[in-house]
């Protein structure tokens, strides 16, 4: 069945980066995007960018542009997002999720990254 | 473009039809998008361009509007249905979001 199955839960010091992954299985894989939201604690949801799995063509949101790369492994089905320069304000569970058209249809478990010092 | 739910919470009853409104801060066409979130759970895609339901949802679950104006109906809610509802804009980068909507059992 069409999954996305993400990495364990992070918890980083104030500057580091973090990079969570999101293994993609049951579909062709360049034939979608993937987008990436996060969620602070008791906070509804943000939206923060998404990658063309089929060409690597990226749009970030301005908010974490500069400090965000999102990129994708064709050959492991994978896509990764990295934060670098991790704030407290970053604390939340980050959610990938598959992209086409206009809606994101199927959502990975969610991994929690925790920023404390 | 900024999206901005109304109520921002309700309480309803099992059985109750209950309506979300999504007024978007300028046009965007029929690129809408409902979801639903339980606690501690992903998101659960319900409805996209506005009014087309995804496979697997409940036919109770209905959406329409175009433009600025868009509505989420619950039809007979059922206690599975207690969540909070968001509405996400595709007409535009960044996809943004709605503050959401929480869903009570009254």
């Known amino acids: 069945q069409v999954q996305l199955v993400q990495s364990g839960t992070e918890v980083k010091k104030p500057g580091a980066s973090v990079k969570v992954s999101c293994k993609a299985s049951g579909y062709a894989f360049t034939s979608y995007g993937i987008s990436w939201v996060r969620q602070a604690p008791g906070q509804g949801l943000e939206w923060m960018g998404w990658?063309?799995?089929?060409?690597?063509?990226?749009e970030y949101a301005q908010k974490v542009q500069g400090r965000v790369t999102m990129t994708t492994d064709t050959s492991t089905t994978t896509a990764y997002m990295e934060l670098r320069s991790l704030r407290s304000d970053d604390t939340a569970v980050y959610y990938c999720?598959?992209?086409?058209?206009?809606?994101?249809?199927?959502w990975g478990q969610g991994t929690t990254v925790t920023v404390s010092s | 473009i900024q999206l901005t739910q109304s109520p921002s919470s309700l309480s309803a009853s099992v059985g109750d039809r209950v309506t979300i409104t999504c007024r978007a801060s300028?046009?965007?066409?029929?690129?809408l998008a409902w979801y639903q979130q339980k606690p501690g759970k992903a998101p659960k895609l319900l409805i996209y361009?506005?009014?087309t339901l995804q496979s697997g949802v409940p036919s109770r679950f209905s959406g329409s509007g175009s433009g600025t104006d868009f509505t989420l109906t619950i039809n007979s809610l059922q206690l599975e249905d207690f969540a909070t509802y968001y509405c996400q804009q595709f007409n535009s980068y960044p996809h943004t979001f709605g503050q959401g909507t929480k869903v009570e059992i009254k």
């Open positions: 361009a506005a009014s």
């Open positions: 999720a598959r992209f086409r058209r206009g809606n994101m249809d199927v």
């Open positions: 300028q046009g965007i066409s029929s690129y």
């Open positions: 990658i063309n799995a089929y060409n690597g063509d990226t």
